[in-house]
């Protein structure tokens, strides 16, 4: 039951996605000159380059994550630079960097032919990676994230046990672990930073853009009409312009195709878009006990019956997803219109419209 369920809402991903090619994000479109994007690595590292040249772009163009390219790497001086734009908090950011860094350095050392199994100690760039965050969730200027911190724990083997040395042992276990790889997240929402947006004026034009994308949405706007509004707001203060005035239908449609994908990411992964808008629908009111029903509105069903909670979170992630396109598809459709369509309360529309921003 719970694999066709899984089934069933994954077609239903596929059906209402907006774009499913990948399309560079904002940020690497920002940066993707060698100029801006040595201006950031000076602002970031209190160096002075001043020829672009010395910057050497590395991005492996193929290498692909969840549907995205990485943003941008590049190698100057001896550091090989890994830099990411991130809108959510991820723990998991030090493992893809350690995965994408692994590429990177078997292209570094196949091009520079380099003897691994040679007696030469094999000279390599210092790797470096930073997130740059500029999401909703409180964040503090500057953070670090260690892929070690995701490593499971076990009991430690008695020193002498089996054939190994007890010495040998406590060397193992003294021993930091064989793999590392450490994230720094930089803040750059409007605010935070504040310095460092100082030094790199596209950065701070850019944190400027999201702030007032943000600020018309919390004001009611739809998001097309925020982005619109805000490329206006830049123009106007000579921010981005270079990219907003030129590539201004792109930009909108970068982040109504990103608004999308996350969305309905979140419909159909995060049980907290669709728990406690139904109450069990159908199926789910009929398989779930009196509790379950009332938690699901609460608590996500937590103790309903099994598939009591799973047909009314299915249930529910279609009925929003429905909503969302009815509402897409015809901007100027009612409320009332919606709920007859989807079958459903006007409230239930009004509910799940207002949370996703659409209207």
Not at 56 to 78: C, M, Q
Not at 301 to 306: C, F, K, Y
């Amino acid at each position: 039951m719970k694999n066709r369920i899984v089934s069933k809402i994954a077609k239903a991903a596929r059906r209402y996605r907006v774009n499913q090619k990948y399309k560079d994000r904002i940020f690497r479109m920002i940066f993707h000159k060698k100029k801006d994007l040595l201006s950031l690595y000076n602002a970031i590292n209190g160096t002075n380059y001043t020829n672009p040249d010395d910057l050497e772009i590395r991005t492996l163009d193929d290498a692909v994550y969840l549907g995205y390219k990485n943003d941008l790497s590049f190698l100057i001086s001896d550091t090989l630079n890994l830099y990411e734009h991130q809108s959510t908090v991820n723990p998991n950011m030090p493992l893809r960097g350690m995965l994408y860094f692994a590429n990177m350095l078997k292209a570094y050392v196949e091009e520079k032919k380099c003897n691994i199994y040679g007696s030469k100690l094999v000279q390599l760039p210092v790797p470096r990676y930073l997130v740059f965050y500029n999401g909703s969730d409180s964040m503090p200027d500057v953070s670090v994230l260690n892929l070690s911190d995701a490593y499971m724990r076990t009991a430690d083997v008695s020193a002498g046990k089996g054939d190994m040395d007890g010495t040998i042992q406590e060397a193992i276990k003294a021993a930091d672990p064989a793999l590392e790889c450490r994230a720094v997240i930089l803040n750059i929402n409007k605010g935070h930073n504040i310095e460092l947006m100082a030094k790199c004026e596209r950065l701070e034009a850019y944190a400027f853009f999201v702030s007032r994308v943000r600020a018309y949405l919390a004001a009611g706007c739809t998001l097309e009409a925020s982005v619109d509004r805000a490329i206006d707001d830049c123009v106007t203060n000579d921010k981005l312009t270079d990219i907003l005035v030129k590539n201004r239908a792109e930009v909108k449609n970068m982040l109504l195709t990103d608004f999308s994908e996350k969305k309905y990411r979140k419909i159909l992964v995060e049980e907290a878009i669709a728990e406690g808008r139904e109450e069990g629908r159908k199926e789910g009111r009929v398989e779930g006990r009196e509790e379950g029903r009332v938690e699901g509105r609460e608590e996500g069903r937590v103790e309903g019956r099994e598939e009591g909670r799973v047909e009314g979170r299915e249930e529910g992630r279609l009925l929003t997803i429905r909503i969302f396109r009815e509402a897409k598809e015809n901007p100027e459709i009612t409320f009332e219109q919606i709920a007859e369509k989807v079958g459903c309360t006007v409230q239930e529309v009004e509910d799940t419209l207002k949370m996703i921003g659409i209207k």
